[in-house]
């Protein structure tokens, strides 16, 4: 299991430049583990895709439902306190830290294109590109 950042899933279900190395890391691992913060996310990046009018209301209500069925019963709630924790120790964003404080939670890595997260916390967060 890996827990992913909301931009890995993004790019799994949306066109994009990174998409066939999330396609490639859901063959090689795909027990995906997020905090329940990406549902919301993931809804800001689909609503943009629909007010460009590049995708349709309902293709990006079935959009959401694919990438929710995909993450059932990983998602997961983060204390608080671990989060905070990891915001005072980084520059990071409190949303960034909640998958971080995630991936140590539950022992393994975060997957993210995140460049500040993969510099703050490189023990923990890894590209899934070279």
């Not at 409190?94 to 993210?112: G, H, P, S, W």
Request: net charge negative; hydrophobic share 45%.
């Amino acid at each position: 299991m890996i827990v992913v950042d909301t931009n890995i899933v993004a790019y799994l279900y949306l066109p994009g430049e990174f998409t066939a190395a999330a396609e490639a890391l859901l063959e090689q691992e795909p027990e995906w583990a997020a905090p329940v913060l990406w549902r919301s996310e993931f809804r800001k990046i689909l609503a943009g895709y629909v007010r460009r009018k590049v995708l349709s209301f309902e293709q990006a209500c079935s959009l959401q439902a694919e990438a929710e069925s995909l993450l059932e019963g990983f998602e997961f709630e983060v204390p608080s306190r671990a989060v905070l924790e990891l915001v005072r120790d980084s520059d990071c964003s409190a949303y960034d830290c909640e998958f971080v404080a995630l991936a140590k939670r539950l022992d393994t890595q975060l997957v993210t294109l995140d460049k500040k997260v993969l510099k703050a916390f490189p023990k923990r967060a890894v590209s899934p590109v070279d």
